[in-house]
T-cell receptor, first 115, second 111 residues
Framework: NAGVTQTPKFRVLKTGQSMTLLCAQDMNHEYMYWYRQDPGMGLRLIHYSVGEGTTAKGEVPDGYNVSRLKKQNFLLGLESAAPSQTSVYFC??????????????FGPGTRLLVL | GQQVMQIPQYQHVQEGEDFTTYCNSSTTLSNIQWYKQRPGGHPVFLIQLVKSGEVKKQKRLTFQFGEAKKNSSLHITATQTTDVGTYFCAGYTGTASKLTFGTGTRLQVTL
């Protein structure tokens, strides 16, 4: 099993450009998450999904959109990149929580630089 | 909204010294998880605590969950250079499907 994979690993964008980050998991997990990590800020949740075809906003959703058309994939889109979106982006997945929350498995991250 | 703070933000120790990081939530947690992130890496799950007052050990690491389920700690005995990284606590509240991560404690260990 590859676990959670992310593409691309690194990207440089100019202000105003758009891009899509792809997350894929092969563990048949229901739940998927997108976080951003900035120095001294820990991990902040951008959007998440509790199943195919569903999405929900996290703590810092502005400027991002997501889609979960297939269970194994979770896409994060930046329509018009801004320098404030320079960050490391992590995708994570977990099994259905039910009444007991499960551990999250993280991808290797995507480093994004917006000039 | 829910906030999870960790102290200290950074600690530098000599190899062999002990290390403790503390995690405090503004709300009661149903459970708490700890993750470790090596420099340049991604967070990796270490352990989950569920019960009030629970204590779990993993070799040199001891994890505690407070009686009120609003705080937790991670203690490392006799640190080694392999312990270098950032340690995050993360908590769920009620039936929420999203984790709230703490701000993290970065540990540096030197010989």
């Amino acid at each position: 099993n590859a676990g959670v994979t992310q593409t691309p690993k690194f990207r440089v964008l100019k202000t105003g450009q758009s891009m899509t980050l792809l997350c894929a998991q092969d563990m048949n997990h229901e739940y998927m998450y997108w976080y951003r990590q900035d120095p001294g800020m820990g991990l902040r949740l951008i959007h998440y999904s509790v199943g195919e075809g569903t999405t929900a906003k996290g703590e810092v959703p502005d400027g991002y959109n997501v889609s979960r058309l297939k269970k194994q994939n979770f896409l994060l889109g930046l329509e018009s990149a801004a320098p404030s979106q320079t960050s490391v982006y992590f995708c994570a997945s977990s099994r259905t929580s039910g009444s007991f929350q499960e551990t999250q498995y993280f991808g290797p991250g995507t480093r994004l630089l917006v000039l | 909204g829910q906030q999870v703070m960790q102290i200290p933000q950074y600690q530098h120790v000599q190899e062999g010294e002990d290390f403790t990081t503390y995690c405090n939530s503004s709300t009661t947690l149903s459970n708490i998880q700890w993750y470790k992130q090596r420099p340049g890496g991604h967070p990796v799950f270490l352990i989950q605590l569920v019960k009030s007052g629970e204590v779990k050990k993993q070799k040199r690491l001891t994890f505690q969950f407070g009686e009120a389920k609003k705080n937790s700690s991670l203690h490392i005995t006799a640190t080694q250079t392999t312990d270098v990284g950032t340690y995050f606590c993360a908590g769920y509240t009620g039936t929420a499907s999203k984790l709230t991560f703490g701000t993290g404690t970065r540990l540096q260990v030197t010989l």
